[in-house]
């Protein structure tokens, strides 16, 4: 198709872009047609009926295309974005087509108006989290259950933390569009690494390096030493934001929200609001995504009750407790969820095992609740507690297991297949991370056990 370029072939290219396995050529082909793709692949980005997955990867078409057409097509389609995983896959590509093509001019005015609406969606969270924590007290003393109302609170205020960094992050690739790429990187990397004095070396090195007005309007949300309440003031003041109720917020979020933010949303609604929010849960439950759906229908069934014994974990439980895992840390809230709604609950008595040394291994295992112990011949080498994960070999080198995993004692845990663990794994190097510090500390565990004196074990 892409030898030929005929345009007529596009729209039956595009599903491609889903499958891991056709992704890396299907890229090519699109790219392959030049500019004369450039008006399809733009509309294409912006049409609601191509699969979310499709439209995330049609970025890197663009930048394989590299031309300033194409770069100018990304950037004029920016603002028609609802999703926010497609306006940062958007922003990644045009700021790797910047660092490789410096003199293409940048439509400053366009730039400047996407980044005024990022900055202003992270106050507004910011207005958000303070109205959730003011609402938290009284949500409490009203009765109800607490340890439910507090998982939905806690939750939800996890995942807002969620949406504003990923709204910093895109007000950062915008303005590495407007100002040096590098300085911009470098101070972004300052924020994200480990340790305070490098988020005040990167403060500090943004307010060097930005007009001083960007540097009044981005500082406050990256400072540590801001409260949420703090920032809602600043926000209020740049831009003039509407001050609602928790109870407001959560209603706009169920009626126009992200799908991956109403399904977190839901149960804190269902908790709180029952029977104000029936409505908006029933049109979830009834045409929500598939990912809302379930949640939003179990939080208008059990609408403000507490949570039956051994009733099955939401799909929102599981992406709670998969968070809590060092191996999944790194992952986002929306990724999470995605992982979480195909992660299956499973029990083992004590003494059951979940595999067996030699035998073909198709899942990873998080602990949720319990004890795991592995085993290599009849010498244990690990114990695995909840948080921890098990099985990660297996799933990615395709071997047979090399050690057996039994359960010491009455244990609860979620079972992730290697295929959706794959997907996920390929669309986010935040795992692979994940997975380094996993396997790292595996090993370091092996070799403290090989090496200890006999006198100390």
């Known amino acids: 198709a892409g030898r030929v370029r005929r345009t007529d072939l596009l729209p039956s290219l595009l599903p491609l872009l889903e499958p891991l396995s056709l992704r890396g050529v299907t890229i090519r082909a699109l790219a392959s047609y030049g500019e004369a793709g450039i008006p399809y692949l733009a509309a294409s980005l912006r049409d609601p009926g191509l699969s979310p ?94 340890d439910r109302l507090a998982r939905a609170v806690g939750t939800y205020a996890w995942a807002l933390g969620f949406q504003a960094e990923r709204a910093i992050e895109r007000a950062f690739r915008l303005q590495a569009l407007l100002y040096s790429p590098r300085t911009i990187y470098f101070a972004y990397a300052g924020l994200a690494g480990a340790g305070s004095a490098y988020g005040a070396h990167a403060i500090e090195l943004l307010e060097t390096a930005l007009a001083r007005e960007d540097a009044r309007r981005i500082v406050p949300l990256i400072d540590p030493d801001f409260t949420p309440r703090q920032r809602t003031g600043i926000g209020e003041e740049i831009f003039e934001l509407e001050e609602r109720s928790m109870a407001a917020d959560l209603e706009a979020v169920l009626e126009r929200g992200e799908p991956w933010l109403q399904a977190y949303a839901a149960p804190l609604a269902g908790a709180v609001y029952g029977e104000e929010m029936g409505p908006d849960l029933e049109r979830l439950s009834a045409s929500g995504s598939d990912v809302v759906k379930p949640i939003a229908r179990r939080a208008q069934q059990e609408n403000g009750a507490s949570k039956e014994e051994n009733m099955p974990l939401s799909s929102v439980e599981k992406a709670a407790a998969l968070r809590r895992t060092d191996l999944l840390s790194h992952l986002g809230a929306d990724d999470l969820l995605q992982l979480a709604a195909v ?9 059951e095992h979940l595999y067996y040394e030699g035998e073909e291994g198709d899942y990873l295992y998080v602990v949720l609740e319990g004890e795991i112990k592995s085993e290599i011949g009849r010498q244990e080498v690990a114990r695995s507690e909840p948080g921890e994960a098990v099985g990660t070999f297996s799933i990615l080198d395709h071997q047979p297991r090399s050690a057996s995993a039994v359960a010491t004692k009455p244990t609860l845990t979620l079972a992730i297949h290697r295929a959706d663990l794959a997907q996920i794994l390929a669309d986010n190097y935040s795992l692979v991370e994940g997975l380094f510090k996993h396997l790292t500390g595996i090993i370091r565990n092996m070799n403290e056990r090989t090496f200890q004196e006999p006198g100390d074990a």
């Open 53 to 146: 997955q499709a439209r995330r990867w049609l970025p890197s078409v663009f930048v394989r295309i590299a031309t300033p057409a194409a770069f100018r097509a990304l950037i004029e389609g920016l603002p028609s974005l609802a999703l926010s995983t497609h306006r940062l896959y958007t922003l990644k590509a045009l700021n790797k087509m910047r660092r490789r093509h410096r003199s293409w001019p940048v439509p400053d005015e366009l730039v400047r108006q996407e980044l005024d609406a990022e900055l202003r969606g992270s106050y507004d969270v910011e207005r958000q989290l303070a109205a959730l924590s003011d609402a938290a007290g009284e949500l409490h003393a009203d009765g109800g259950d607490p």
């Open 343 to 351: 992660a299956e609950e499973q029990s083992f008595e004590a003494g």
